[in-house]
């Protein structure tokens, strides 16, 4: 018996020590990731520095010295820089489209627009430096706008397109970690009528005015006992911004009078996905659909009354409207198609078809002429879209991310290349690649105005794909 005791008594101070040795670790780690985000940081200042005073200086030099320089200590309040007086004068281009959010106006990965499918001499028309976070780029105007972690800041960002240049940046103090895929905020902003809707991981969301970044007004999404890590993009829904914190009392869903912030309504108590909430029209009926932790659901624009339902457990891709009445859905484990019918005022869905032939872990399908066409699990496939049977699969991507244009697949590699596939049921067919950014690449791309611009955790860049 005593020698059981000790034998307790020495497991009892092994797992003691085990947990001391775990909390150091992890205060080790998150140290070490504080250091890297400062020194990014630092750099990132140095470099705007030095650009700032060679103002006729477009495309970057990466290799610039970065000497110590202490970020501002903004307050959380609010803060904006402008360097738009000091970006080089740009060729006059009538802007005639926008990338307003996540995968787009519609948020379904499509550029309507024509683009350059002929990419032997393809190189980066500008690179710069920028900060940590997997949040995507917008544009509007000939100004692409994203967030990024900057030191102990997240800081909504304006660039020009066309040039690179920084033209203002509004910072707060917030620094979210996750263990697994490391700091920074995760959820793309949104831009319509001149104003930037930006959320960061910890649930800041503002409005900023899109031409000089000054403040309209903030809340956090959170309250105290939910998690941070938010990585949905706030959704734009009349004169409301729809975003999803997720939890009960109602307010797993929260509508934001998007002039003055205040809750203009909330609904469910679901927890939350990784999923950015879309507004289509699925069986004649306009409607926001939003991926929730265990379901998916259609709601009312108006109100968030709940219109329809369908059990769903994976929540790592966009869903994705492939008819009038159909959406698919995917995930690591597998894909599923709804058919959403309408009976009176009452909206049901029914399960069309399963498959394992396109999992999107990370990344989010396209639809195109009757077919699907995603990365299953880093490998690019295509499905039918009629009964999710497989028409082809090839080529390895990685964690990339899929748009459509002109009848091709722009491809942007976990690697950080561009490539371009056409779009084709008949077989896989790579007709382009080159590099875009340095480093593990899970942001979406965006197009605006045949523009790429592509972005990760370290570096943007842009490339001219308009026809000729």
Sequence with gaps: MRMLRLLGKAALVLSALALVVYFAMEQITRWQTMKRLEEQANAIAAHREAQRAAPNQAAVDTSLPAPPVTPSGTPAATSATTDAANAPAAPAIAWTTTWSGFRGARRDGRYAGPILTNWKALQPLWTQPIGRGYASVVAANGRAFTIEQRGVQEVAVAYDVLTGRELWTNGWNAVYIHDGGGPGPRATPVVDDGTVF????????????????????????????????????????????????????????????????????????????FVSPVRVTLAGVDQIVAVLDNRIVGLSTDRGTLLWESAWSGHAAQPVII?????????????LALEISREGDRLTARELWRTIRMKNNISSSVYHDGFIYGLDMGILACIDAANGELKWKAGRYGDGQTLLASGHLVITTGEGEVVLVRATPDGHQELGRTKAVEGRTLNHPALVDGFLVVRNGAEMAAFDLRAK
């Design 198 to 273: 930006v959320l960061g991981a910890t649930g800041e969301l503002r409005a900023l005015d899109a031409s000089t970044g000054t403040l309209r007004w903030r809340t956090n999404i959170l309250d105290r006992n939910q998690d941070p890590g938010i990585a949905t993009s706030p959704l734009i829904v009349g004169n409301t911004v729809v975003t999803l914190p997720g939890g009960g009392d109602g307010k797993s869903i929260v509508a934001y009078d998007r002039a003055t912030g205040r809750v203009a309504w909330s609904a469910l108590d679901d927890e939350p996905s």
């Design 323 to 335: 008819g009038d009445n159909r959406i698919f859905l995917s995930s690591g484990s597998s894909g």
